[in-house]
Every structure is written in structure tokens, then in C-alpha cells.
């Protein structure tokens, strides 16, 4: 029996999320297209269908869960509430939906460029969602420097939450970087800006 054309898209997509969500549990090597087409519901054999290659999928769902990420941020959430919605425990423990960057952003610097590439790509809109200031007349040197600090800023979240999950789930440790990093970086981003000397 042929499927629409509609059916076919959601099957896709289908698969996609299904594998966003099993390599942020497992990374990459540890799901096979086998194991990842039974668990979408589908045959081995329609995997080839639908891509042309493992590298494809790593790519398209790595898009996928970093647009998840993007979605943390609403309508242009603070940099704060975000800190403190990502340096939770219960994210930290969530990793098949939690962040793919912390995830996998390891496991994607061995990979093709299409993959690095969509890494590069969600990056960017999560650092643009984070940027937005209501402040439309900002100058450049303004625009960089808030830049450089969502910049700062996400390289130390995703940083905490690695290794807070490399520490066993039962760790004081592994709080105690959500906790640490957390205050830190929300006492740099509510800390009063002083006027340069």
C-alpha cells in the first residue's frame, strides 16, 4: 500500500525526533539504524528511503533537538530565567530530551561537516534568541560585547551541565556544579554594569 506524501513527511519527522532524542541517551555509536528504525515503529529497510545516510539523520536531528533548546528561550526569555531553567537538576537528569549540545556536542566534532555545520546553525539561533534586546538603537560595539557574553555565558551552562552529568547520578558533586556555576554566572549577568574607567 503507498503512503502520501503527507504520511511520508510525518514518518520522517517521526524518525527524526525519535533519534534526536536516542542519541542524546546514547550518542551517536550507540544507536544503531536498526535499533533506531524499531524504535520509531518502522523496518530497517525504510531507513534508506527516507535518507541517504546515518550522517544525514545525525544532522537533521541534531537541527532538531538544538531547535528544542531555541524553544527554551520563548519570545526572547533573559539570559538569567534561561540560566536557571538549564543548570537544573531536572534537565541535568532529562538527557534523551534535554540539551543536545551538552549531549553531544563531543560526539559532533568527530563528525562530517553537515553535522558540525547544523550544530554551527542551532548555535547561532540559540545565541540570536538570547542576544534580543529591546534596545533597537544598540551600537555595534553594544551588539558585540552582548554577544561575546551569550557567548561566554552558553560555553559556561553547557560546560556545568557536561560535567555535572559525568559525575554518578547520586554525586554531591554533580550538584554542585549546577549549583556553583549557576550563581556564578547568574551573579555576572545581574551584577551592575559599571561605566568604563
Known sequence: MKITKAQAQANRAHVVETASQLFRERGYDGVSVADLMAAAGFTHGGFYKQFASKADLIAESAACGITQTVALTGNGVEPAEFVRQYLTREHRDSRGTGCTMAALGGD???????????????????VAALSRSDDAAADCADANQKRAKVLDMLSHVVGALVMSRACPDDSPLADEFLTACRDSILGSLIAPQLPPA
Open 108 to 126: 559532533a566534532a568527530r563528525q562530517p561537516d553537515s553535522v558540525r555545520t547544523a550544530f554551527a546553525t542551532g548555535i547561532e539561533g540559540l
